[in-house]
């Protein structure tokens, strides 16, 4: 099975050790890795601004771009959604709007594609630690990946997880949101640390980087020693602790 690997912005740049880790978890279930060198942003900055004419020029780079893909595979629900609503920036019926429809079809998040289409819930993962998981908005409520983290988790050897209260709640971060409601996601992303230290789980995980990333950025400044880490991290992991 072959698959092109949708990087992102955040991974590219943020969470390579969680790009890599993803690259090598896929090859380890048997699947030949392309990564298209022309693969960009996927727009939704813009588009959560309203910039959507602008937001139409990189949807139609990054249908072509990803054409010829057997399965395209990202490591965030929030860019994987994104693709996903390539479909509604295409005049109806339209052929760019048919080609998009194609890419929205074959264009999974990690543990959704290895849970749904590779069928794996054991990836002979391992790690000790005792952790708790951030799920982000777009990638449960847009994108509708709700259990597939879970299932994988559930099977790593040597991880005890904790459920994470007010689990669903957003973590303040939002995209632009932070940035223009700052106060406000100030004081979801508080809320989001306390429920995490209520845990006591010396591991956050998540499968969104913006996510990690504003909730990672909070811990570091209250000096927490909750580690954050992509769940593409933890499912490649093979004893490391």
């Not at 993962?125 to 799920?135: I, L, M, P």
Request: aromatic share 8%.
């Amino acid at each position: 099975m072959k698959v092109s690997f949708f990087v992102t912005c955040l991974g590219d740049m943020f969470y390579v050790n969680a790009s890599k880790a993803a690259v090598e978890l896929l090859e380890h279930l048997g699947c030949e890795i392309d990564f298209p060198k022309a693969q960009t942003c996927c727009g939704q900055p813009a588009y959560n601004s309203g910039y959507h004419k602008e937001t139409l020029e990189v949807a139609k780079h990054l249908v072509e771009t990803f054409e010829h893909a057997e399965y395209v595979v990202g490591i965030s629900g929030s860019c994987v959604f994104m693709i996903h609503e390539y479909v509604h920036l295409f005049e109806e019926g339209s052929e760019w709007q048919k080609r998009a429809i194609e890419l929205k079809e074959k264009t999974y998040e990690l543990t959704q594609f290895i849970v749904d289409i590779l069928g794996v819930e054991d990836v002979g993962a391992s790690y000790d630690g005792v952790a708790t998981y951030h799920t982000s908005c777009h990638m449960t409520r847009l994108l509708g990946v709700k259990e597939a983290p879970f299932r994988l988790l559930e099977n790593v050897n040597g991880l005890q997880m904790i459920d994470l209260p007010n689990r669903h709640d957003c973590c303040g971060f939002g995209g632009t949101f932070s940035v223009k409601m700052s106060d406000i996601s100030e004081q979801m992303v508080d809320e989001k640390v306390e429920h995490i230290e209520e845990t006591s789980a010396n591991l956050l995980l998540g499968a969104d980087g913006s996510c990690l990333m504003n909730i990672g950025g909070r811990l570091s400044r209250n000096e927490s020693p909750v580690e954050v880490k992509h769940i593409a991290e933890i499912l490649n992991s093979r004893g490391d602790v």
